[in-house]
């Protein structure tokens, strides 16, 4: 159970985090076991991204014993968006309806140069879509209903108070030190989910080197409390009169909390900034008279990199551990919790002995995908807020200066492209045999879409999709008899197209099927149903591509 | 793939020669540089095609001196 404290204390040189739940460490008799318990997997890191990984595998009968070396969450305020994509994960999870409600949803994005408006864009330009293009949440609140849905999974073991601060590598396991309150235990893993975050000791300890780039510039980032009727809009500014030649960010988040981020460039003095009298009257230049309270004040410098490989033996890598981006574009929590979702189906039909073990090798190659392209957008987001040179500089003021008249220029503006899925180039998907147009893609996520239940119930296509396999048909002559193992949804009867949303977006006529794997990503399509192409996509997939099937 | 065009294509070459001279007559070196740059964007935008632009880029850097180190 947690206990949640509100109202931090102020300290000399910033406020400390105020909202905190608080979990309670309990002696596991694994640790009194004469010889190192066994456990099939064990996930370290009970950060949004570990949560998301043992609920997943939880939900799919696989025991987990998650552990945190600390009894709380709630240390400093850190991601704010979460993306669509993440959404339909957690609402898979169990908990997506209800952060959706806890959330603030938000689709517009406003831009600003000096203190014009530059453009608006809309992320979110089409409905019929079950969850927002971005709600803002504190990352705490997502981590307490995490845990929360966690605690209410048999086989999921949450251990606080439990540090890693050993692993030995075995061929067909790993043993783990585990430091608790009551000494250090050896516990046993088939497989080590690594969700510790970007200072992951599961690497330090692997010898793992962490490459990319640190960028120079400095960042203030606030969250304030204030009750003010702003819209509820991503905004940013570009060399605003309240913090002339350096960008500015502004985020509703709820409970009247805004989240603000300043640059201060690179020579800025890091103890300084972090002054309570300093940064307030950063935030008056830009607030006005408004009263405000500092709830949390904090200095980033931002990198990208990623390690060069996710998959060590049995040691699995997810989230920050795994790769780092900056905060421009909503990328970090949201791409961990997709590598977990990638990670967690693929892991349990290992474990279960449905597929071989070269299926885990496709984690590492499709979320490596994932990451080198939330890097380079990131990379590309830092580089044109705060570009390297004076030279690199007047271009991009440049494109900011020809914004208002030049469509062209609106579109190079880049402030954060905000997170979507990856589109897995993979060797999991069969090629179209049939052509297929509209917005449905090969490897991504089937978009959503909305039904109509017979009983006239409405809801929506992701829905209609089960933990597994799931073969989606749309009502055609021929009667659809998936192959074993794989669930049938049928668009026709029971679940009805009522607004032509599924067809137009699935290009779909009638007979057409569409197999998606676990995570909801397509992996092959045809205009009629044959069982043994859908059989033989299937097991491509859990033969990883492998030209097995 | 297209390629970059360096043969003149301007019927009147010094005419082109002059738009562009004008255009930057009266202005300091740093407002002709900025002006120059928001030139480039917007021809870069109208040629709209990444292979020509590299080509043009490696062009331009190749006739230039070299930076000092
Ligand atoms: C200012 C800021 C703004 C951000 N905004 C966003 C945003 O809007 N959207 C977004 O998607 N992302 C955002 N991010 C990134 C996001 O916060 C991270 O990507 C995310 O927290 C990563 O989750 P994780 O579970 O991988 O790691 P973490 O959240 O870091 O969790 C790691 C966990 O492992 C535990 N741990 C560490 N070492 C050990 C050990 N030896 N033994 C046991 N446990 C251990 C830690 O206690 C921690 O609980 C932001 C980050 C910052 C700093």
Redesign the pocket.
């Given at each position: 159970m947690a206990e949640r404290t509100v109202g931090g204390k102020t300290t000399g040189a910033a406020t400390e985090r105020k909202s905190v739940y608080r979990y309670g460490y309990r002696h596991s008799p694994d640790q009194d076991a004469g010889a190192p318990v066994r456990r099939p997997v064990v996930v370290?890191?009970?950060?949004?991204?570990?949560?998301a990984a043992a609920i997943d595998l939880g939900r799919r009968g696989i025991p987990v014993v998650l552990?945190?070396?600390?009894d709380r969450?709630g240390e400093g305020?850190?991601?704010?968006?979460?993306?669509k994509r993440?959404l339909e994960i957690f609402d898979r999870l169990g908990v997506g309806e209800k952060l959706v409600a806890q959330g603030v949803t938000w689709k517009l994005g406003k831009l600003y140069h000096g203190d014009e408006l530059v453009f608006s864009f809309d992320l979110q330009p089409e409905a019929g879509h079950k969850m927002p293009a971005f709600i803002n949440l504190q990352?705490f609140y997502v981590e307490a209903a995490l845990v929360e849905r966690a605690e209410e999974i048999e086989a999921v073991e949450i251990r606080w108070k439990?540090?890693?601060?050993g692993i030995e590598q075995h061929n067909d396991h790993v043993r783990l030190t585990i430091d608790t309150p009551d000494g250090p235990y050896v516990l046993d893993a088939d497989w080590l989910i690594a969700?510790?975050?970007?200072?992951?000791?599961?690497r330090d300890l692997l010898g793992l080197s962490f490459s990319g780039v640190t960028f120079e510039d400095k960042f203030l980032?606030a969250d304030i409390r204030m009750a003010a009727d702003f819209p509820t809009e991503r905004r940013f500014w570009f060399d605003p009169s309240f913090h002339a030649g350096q960008s500015a960010l502004m985020h509703r988040q709820p409970d009247n909390i805004w989240r603000i981020d300043l640059q201060l460039g690179p020579d800025a003095d890091v103890a300084e900034e972090q002054k309570p009298e300093r940064v307030t009257a950063r935030l008056k230049r830009m607030l006005g008279d408004r009263p405000f309270e500092l709830e949390w004040v904090?200095i980033?410098r931002f990198n990208c990199r990623r390690l060069d490989r996710f998959v060590h033996g049995r040691v699995l890598f997810?989230?920050?551990?795994a790769h780092?981006v900056s905060?421009f574009g909503?990328?970090?929590?949201?791409?961990?919790i997709q590598d977990a979702e990638n990670l967690a189906w693929k892991l349990a039909a290992v474990i279960k002995g449905e597929a071989g073990a070269a299926l885990i090798a496709t984690y590492e190659t499709e979320r490596i995908q994932a990451a080198d392209e939330n890097i380079a957008h990131s990379t590309r987001s830092t580089d044109f807020i705060a570009p390297h040179s004076e030279a690199e500089r007047d271009l991009r003021d440049a494109v900011l200066a020809l914004a208002g008249q030049a469509e062209f220029a609106r579109r190079m503006i880049n402030s954060g492209r905000l997170?979507v899925a990856t589109v897995y180039d993979s060797s999991l998907v069969v090629p179209d045999e049939d052509a297929f147009a509209g917005p449905a893609r090969l490897g991504a996520p089937l978009p959503d879409a909305p039904v109509r239940r017979r009983d006239g119930r409405d809801g929506f296509l992701l829905e209609t999709l089960g933990d597994g396999f799931t073969l989606l048909a749309m009502d055609g002559e021929a009667p659809v008899a998936p192959p074993a193992g794989i669930a049938l949804a049928a668009i026709g009867d029971e679940v009805r197209d009522v607004a032509g949303v599924v067809a137009a977006r699935l290009d779909a006529t009638p007979g057409a099927v569409y197999l998606l794997r676990p995570d909801q990503h397509l992996c092959g399509r045809w205009r009629q149903f044959d069982a043994g192409k859908v059989a033989a996509a299937r097991d491509r997939v859990l033969a990883a591509g492998a030209g097995l099937s | 793939m297209a390629k970059l065009v360096s043969q003149s294509r301007f019927a009147d070459p010094d005419a082109a020669f002059l738009a562009l001279v004008e255009a930057r007559r009266g202005l300091s070196r740093e407002q002709a540089a900025a002006l120059d740059t928001r030139l480039v964007l917007i021809l870069a935008n109208h040629i709209g095609d990444l292979d020509v632009l590299g080509e043009a880029i490696a062009l331009a850097k190749a006739s230039g001196p070299a930076p000092a180190l």
């Amino acid at each position: 159970m947690a206990e949640r404290t509100v109202g931090g204390k102020t300290t000399g040189a910033a406020t400390e985090r105020k909202s905190v739940y608080r979990y309670g460490y309990r002696h596991s008799p694994d640790q009194d076991a004469g010889a190192p318990v066994r456990r099939p997997v064990v996930v370290v890191g009970a950060g949004p991204v570990g949560l998301a990984a043992a609920i997943d595998l939880g939900r799919r009968g696989i025991p987990v014993v998650l552990i945190d070396d600390a009894d709380r969450i709630g240390e400093g305020s850190r991601g704010i968006c979460w993306a669509k994509r993440t959404l339909e994960i957690f609402d898979r999870l169990g908990v997506g309806e209800k952060l959706v409600a806890q959330g603030v949803t938000w689709k517009l994005g406003k831009l600003y140069h000096g203190d014009e408006l530059v453009f608006s864009f809309d992320l979110q330009p089409e409905a019929g879509h079950k969850m927002p293009a971005f709600i803002n949440l504190q990352q705490f609140y997502v981590e307490a209903a995490l845990v929360e849905r966690a605690e209410e999974i048999e086989a999921v073991e949450i251990r606080w108070k439990n540090r890693l601060t050993g692993i030995e590598q075995h061929n067909d396991h790993v043993r783990l030190t585990i430091d608790t309150p009551d000494g250090p235990y050896v516990l046993d893993a088939d497989w080590l989910i690594a969700a510790d975050g970007a200072r992951s000791t599961a690497r330090d300890l692997l010898g793992l080197s962490f490459s990319g780039v640190t960028f120079e510039d400095k960042f203030l980032i606030a969250d304030i409390r204030m009750a003010a009727d702003f819209p509820t809009e991503r905004r940013f500014w570009f060399d605003p009169s309240f913090h002339a030649g350096q960008s500015a960010l502004m985020h509703r988040q709820p409970d009247n909390i805004w989240r603000i981020d300043l640059q201060l460039g690179p020579d800025a003095d890091v103890a300084e900034e972090q002054k309570p009298e300093r940064v307030t009257a950063r935030l008056k230049r830009m607030l006005g008279d408004r009263p405000f309270e500092l709830e949390w004040v904090s200095i980033y410098r931002f990198n990208c990199r990623r390690l060069d490989r996710f998959v060590h033996g049995r040691v699995l890598f997810v989230g920050d551990a795994a790769h780092q981006v900056s905060p421009f574009g909503a990328r970090g929590a949201n791409s961990g919790i997709q590598d977990a979702e990638n990670l967690a189906w693929k892991l349990a039909a290992v474990i279960k002995g449905e597929a071989g073990a070269a299926l885990i090798a496709t984690y590492e190659t499709e979320r490596i995908q994932a990451a080198d392209e939330n890097i380079a957008h990131s990379t590309r987001s830092t580089d044109f807020i705060a570009p390297h040179s004076e030279a690199e500089r007047d271009l991009r003021d440049a494109v900011l200066a020809l914004a208002g008249q030049a469509e062209f220029a609106r579109r190079m503006i880049n402030s954060g492209r905000l997170s979507v899925a990856t589109v897995y180039d993979s060797s999991l998907v069969v090629p179209d045999e049939d052509a297929f147009a509209g917005p449905a893609r090969l490897g991504a996520p089937l978009p959503d879409a909305p039904v109509r239940r017979r009983d006239g119930r409405d809801g929506f296509l992701l829905e209609t999709l089960g933990d597994g396999f799931t073969l989606l048909a749309m009502d055609g002559e021929a009667p659809v008899a998936p192959p074993a193992g794989i669930a049938l949804a049928a668009i026709g009867d029971e679940v009805r197209d009522v607004a032509g949303v599924v067809a137009a977006r699935l290009d779909a006529t009638p007979g057409a099927v569409y197999l998606l794997r676990p995570d909801q990503h397509l992996c092959g399509r045809w205009r009629q149903f044959d069982a043994g192409k859908v059989a033989a996509a299937r097991d491509r997939v859990l033969a990883a591509g492998a030209g097995l099937s | 793939m297209a390629k970059l065009v360096s043969q003149s294509r301007f019927a009147d070459p010094d005419a082109a020669f002059l738009a562009l001279v004008e255009a930057r007559r009266g202005l300091s070196r740093e407002q002709a540089a900025a002006l120059d740059t928001r030139l480039v964007l917007i021809l870069a935008n109208h040629i709209g095609d990444l292979d020509v632009l590299g080509e043009a880029i490696a062009l331009a850097k190749a006739s230039g001196p070299a930076p000092a180190l």
